[in-house]
């Protein structure tokens, strides 16, 4: 049974650039959530991905945008990187109704210089 | 406030001991709470889930939740050098949304 995958592992990049992070969802899953993990903090909710829609939005700015395709795979994609992007970006798949229990990929690792 | 709070730790048991986990949540309609573990540079990895007041078990671990006081636990018996780890608590706010405590550091000494 494949688990939630994701790619790149880790990624740098320079304040101004653009990044894409990608994620597959556990096999049977169709929803997908992505989170920013800070250091020494726990994930914070970035939005959630059902049906190729947006279904739910966290406190983040509109630099930060996603897509989910019809494999329900997704997107999360981050313009203009500000040095207090670097974190550990995660993403987790469930079953859509209710978002029950969320399982998580092995997360992205973004620095950026 | 913070929507789901954790105390603060870091938790020192010895081996063998019990490690005890607190967590409160300010949603009265949370309705799912979650305890995940990391791993350092690691992502977090469900150990339990409870949806119902009471005590939860599932081997060495017992998760418990009661709703009037809007308390979380987790309990470690027996605890392993292996158990040494962040455990995040988490609540479902409106059906989608996972909301973290900053979580709490435990060590297991040898």
Not at chain 2, 94 to 99: A, F, P, V
């Amino acid at each position: 049974d494949a688990g939630v995958t994701q790619s790149p592992t880790h990624l740098i990049k320079t304040r101004g650039q653009q990044v894409t992070l990608r994620c597959s969802p556990k096999s049977g899953h169709d929803t997908v959530s992505w989170y920013q993990q800070a250091l020494g903090q726990g994930p914070q909710f970035i939005f959630q991905y059902y049906e190729e829609e947006e279904r739910q939005r966290g406190n983040f700015p509109d630099r930060f945008s996603g897509h989910q395709f019809p494999n329900y795979s997704s997107e999360l994609n981050v313009n203009a990187l500000l040095l207090g992007d670097s974190a550990l970006y995660l993403c987790a798949s469930s079953l859509p109704v209710p978002t029950d229990t969320q399982y998580f990929g092995p997360g992205t690792r973004l620095t950026v210089l | 406030q913070k929507e789901v709070e954790q105390n603060s730790g870091p938790l020192s048991v010895p081996e063998g001991a019990i490690a005890s986990l607190n967590c409160t949540y300010s949603d009265r309609g949370s309705q799912s709470f979650f305890w995940y573990r990391q791993y350092s540079g690691k992502s977090p990895e469900l150990i339990m889930s409870i949806y119902s007041n009471g005590d939860k078990e599932d081997g060495r671990f017992t998760a418990q939740l009661n709703k009037a006081s809007q308390y979380v636990s987790l309990l470690i018996r027996d605890s392993q050098p292996s158990d040494s780890a962040t455990y995040l608590c988490a609540g479902l706010l409106n059906d989608y949304k996972l909301s973290f405590g900053a979580g709490t550091t435990v060590t297991v000494r040898a």
